[in-house]
């Protein structure tokens, strides 16, 4: 799991990363927002939401993940796990958080959260 790519990141760090996004979804012109499926069995699928700043990332996750089909599944919708992409924010700080580039993919388990930065790559939403 863990090694020169995949590195444990202190929680502080991406209370910093999510924050960043945050702020710069706050004045984002345009958001689109998937609320989907990943898994096709309703007895061990998991609700996914994704935040995106650009269209083709939206049409992406909506072509990776499954639509609800029903008006009633999305009503209510409360996600398993959320991911944010902000492809458009980097965090030039790195460094000084143990960082190995300003671009990041970074997973908050406890709070079913990711956050990504600084990549345009729409694999990193799968």
């Known amino acids: 799991w863990w090694g020169p790519v995949n590195q444990k990141m202190k929680p502080e760090t991406y209370k910093k990363l999510y924050s960043k ?15 989907g499926y990943c898994g096709a ?32 599944e999305i009503e209510n ?13 980097t965090y030039p700080e790195y460094k ?4 190995n580039s300003e671009n990041f993919v970074a997973f908050n388990i406890e709070d079913k959260m990711a956050v990504i930065g600084g990549t345009y790559y729409g694999g990193e939403m799968k």
Request: with cysteine; net charge neutral; charged share 25%.
């Open 41 to 72: 069995n309703p007895v061990s699928r998991k609700k996914v939401r994704f935040v995106t700043e650009i269209a083709w990332q939206h049409h992406f996750v909506t072509n990776m993940f499954l639509r609800p089909t029903e008006a009633a």
């Open 21 to 35: 996004v945050t702020e710069h979804y706050n004045k984002a012109e345009k958001v689109y927002v998937f609320d």
């Open 77 to 89: 919708f409360e996600p398993d796990f959320t991911i944010i992409n902000a492809c458009k924010v």
């Open 96 to 99: 000084a958080e143990g960082m």
